[in-house]
């Protein structure tokens, strides 16, 4: 048991007042009034007293003066409002646990962590402990737990530990520090230890936020445990605006087409804004600001969804960021890593005795030149046929044809140009006439973003398909005479444009280049997939090249592997769990490899509820805030110093009558 000032200042203030000015009393001379007397006997006494009666004067043992100051100094401790608190070390033993999970990094508006004010606490019992003779262990958690510090006495060890303690965005596992403390406890206590008994040998104080999801029954032998909340009273550090989920992932029919789902969630009372960025890579692609309603009456967070799109071929990091200025920060990012699509290669197909510089030939492969692909080849009509009988042209993602009708149809996604196709009941009928694009289905993939207003051919083909046949095409483009565009569906998609393009002012046009690059991405791309993220709750397990001697790791926190320190590790290795969110940068001996986003997925963390109770062992333990609640005595302070006047007067009145 302890006793502490709630506001000594006070006090301390009216002590330098008050002390003072009763002892100027006691150093001040004596006042002298006449007095008649029956017999000059007594002057000898009086003339020996007038000597001694100086201005000051040293003070002289008085049970007045004592019983005065005593009496002062209640009154004085009274102002200081004096309250009693219950020392948690009152077993031989105290286990301190230390919550270093996400929803400790929330901050109250003064800047202060629930971690900061945790630490703070064990501080205090560290040395309420020392006071006590009571030795102490350390037990920190978040997703693993650890001791720090066995039980010892050494008061600056415990300190210096507990401050040292870093914070994590892992989850909470409450039931891994439970399982420590009673492997740790069970060669401490004595077997006849109770729980909450007179045998009770060990006290374990928890020091967390109750954030954390619910564990099954841990009894704790021999023990006692208290929970106090380091949640803030007011509640400043529950006010959460977070990136509740994030979702990437390729369209299957369209690679370089990304959707990105976003869900957001706050834990505020009132509507609130928060401007969301959307970028790849460090390049921006999207910022809007996004609506987010207030949390429901029953607890449960405002939410706000949205889908955002990019187009993007590379493999690279899709990062999800907002702005809100709330308690916890951890979960105002999240990011991804996004697999490259299949990069293909094009062959290009053109007349025989062409040069690569004649037709159109250079400008189809000028823009092909600029879509990242893995590969531009050009040959003429012949060797493109003897590519096809040799099963060559398979390599290929797509065959463009610029002029050519190949004699069969190669089993590859094909692209032509003013010629048509060896598909029975397809035809091109010629049009010597200019014509111009009366229509085309703008919501087509092939023909997403692209304006076909200011197209005009010289010389078109007119595009038919016999009755059996015409379920298979679909019109693209239409001219006067019928469509100039078409798209033949089937196990190998194929598109035909009914005109020569060096008779048009289509390459005139940045619709050209974009017609080629969707066609490109619809045809030909493949692979591509989901997104791929891990949590702060789970191992990380990483893909590395065959013969690797070293992975290095460098992000919110870098990390280094050595294969020696593997054994038996192969193309597939674990690199543990990673509390801290964020992308980390991969190299393999020293090569840049891949990237890796760990993102926090916990909404029981990111809600940052703070909860008054846990249940630990079947028991509801209600918090007890910052340690046992100081009681409040002053008023014994002002009833003792009461008792002290009444016997001051006594003892003076007893005096005067001598």
């Known amino acids: 048991m302890g006793v502490t000032f709630l506001a000594p200042i006070p006090a301390i203030a009216a002590a330098a007042v008050a002390v003072p000015a009763l002892l100027v009393f006691y150093f001040l001379r004596l006042k002298r009034r006449p007095v008649r007397v029956s017999s000059t006997m007594l002057w000898e006494d009086a003339a020996h007293d007038l000597q001694v009666n100086v201005p000051l004067r040293w003070l002289r043992p008085s049970w007045l003066l004592l019983l005065q100051l005593i009496a002062l100094g209640l009154l004085l401790g009274a102002l200081g409002r004096p309250a009693v608190r219950m020392d948690a070390a009152a077993g031989e033993r105290l286990v301190v646990i230390i919550d ?25 019992l560290v040395r309420e402990a020392a006071r006590a003779g009571s030795r102490v262990m350390l037990v920190v958690f978040a997703t693993t737990a650890e001791v720090p510090v066995g039980f010892t006495s050494d008061t600056r060890r415990l300190v210096r530990a507990i401050e ?39 006290d374990v104080v928890l020091l967390s936020d109750g954030v954390f999801d619910e564990t099954e029954p841990l009894h704790v032998p021999g023990a ?33 087409v990304v959707r990105a ?16 960025t959307l970028d790849f890579e460090g390049v921006v692609f999207e910022r809007r600001v996004v609506d987010i309603p207030a949390a429901m009456g029953d607890g449960s967070p405002g939410e706000a969804s949205l889908t955002l799109r990019l187009n993007e071929l590379r493999g690279g990091v899709l990062r999800v960021s907002i702005d809100a200025a709330d308690a916890l920060g951890a979960d105002n990012n999240a990011a991804v890593v996004l697999p490259a699509a299949g990069r293909p290669s094009v062959l290009l197909v053109h007349p025989d005795g062409e040069g690569a510089g004649q037709g159109a030939v250079w400008l189809i492969a000028d823009v092909l030149a600029e879509l990242s692909l893995s590969g531009v080849q050009v040959v003429g009509a012949s060797e493109g046929e003897s590519m096809r009988r040799d099963g060559r ?62 197209l005009v051919a010289a010389q078109t083909a007119t595009l038919t398909m016999d009755r059996d046949a ?21 196990a190998t998609p194929r598109v035909v444009v009914g005109f020569d393009i060096r008779q048009s002012t289509w390459p005139l046009s940045p619709g050209f280049s974009i017609f080629l690059s969707n066609v490109v991405e619809t045809l030909a791309v493949s692979g591509g997939g989901e997104g791929r993220s891990y949590s702060t709750g789970e191992a990380v397990v990483v893909r590395v090249p065959v013969g690797w001697k070293r992975i290095d790791l460098e992000g919110p926190v870098s990390l280094g592997i050595d294969r020696d320190d593997v054994p038996g590790a192969g193309e597939r290795v674990s690199l543990g769990v990673l509390e801290r969110v964020g992308v980390y940068r991969m190299s393999v001996d020293g090569e840049p490899i891949d990237a890796v986003a760990v993102n926090l997925d916990s909404r029981t963390e990111r809600m940052l509820g703070g909860v008054d109770a846990v249940t630990i062992g079947g028991e509801n333990l209600a918090s007890t805030g910052g340690g046992a609640e100081p009681r409040e005595v002053w008023h014994w302070f002002v009833l003792g110093a009461m008792v002290i006047l009444t016997c ?6 007893a005096q005067m009558r001598v």
């Not at 892992?170 to 009673?182: E, I, M, T, W």
């Not at 909340?229 to 979702?247: T, Y």
């Not at 111009?436 to 993939?445: A, F």
């Not at 015409?470 to 089937?490: C, S, Y």
């Open 100 to 124: 270093r999970s996400a929803s400790m990094n929330a901050r109250d508006e003064s800047g202060v962590t629930r971690l900061d004010r945790a630490t703070t606490r064990a501080v205090e």
């Open 164 to 202: 040292s303690i870093e914070p994590t965005d892992g989850h909470g596992d409450l039931r891994a520090a439970l399982s420590l403390v009673s492997a740790a406890g069970a060669n401490e206590i004595s077997e006849t230890a109770t729980p909450g008994g007179a045998g009770t040998l060990m």
């Open 224 to 256: 006692r445990v208290r929970y106090e909340s380091m949640s803030a009273a007011e509640g400043g550090d529950r006010q959460n605006v977070s990136i509740d989920a994030l979702s990437a992932s390729r369209d299957p029919n369209r690679p370089g």
């Open 261 to 276: 789902f976003v869900r957001l969630a706050s834990t505020r009372h009132e509507p609130v804004s928060a401007t969301l």
């Open 393 to 454: 042209i398979g390599r290929f993602g797509l065959v463009v044809y610029d002029r050519v009708s190949p004699v069969r149809l190669a089993p590859t996604p094909s692209l032509s140009f003013g010629a048509t196709l060896p598909i029975d009941g397809f035809t091109a009928r010629v049009n010597n006439a200019p014509t111009r694009v009366l229509s085309w289905r703008r919501t087509d993939d092939l023909l997403r973003d692209v304006s076909l207003d200011a």
């Open 470 to 490: 015409e379920r298979q095409m679909t019109t693209l483009a239409r001219g006067a005479d019928g469509p100039l565009i078409v798209r033949i569906e089937g």
């Open 648 to 653: 001051e007067w006594l003892l003076n009145a």
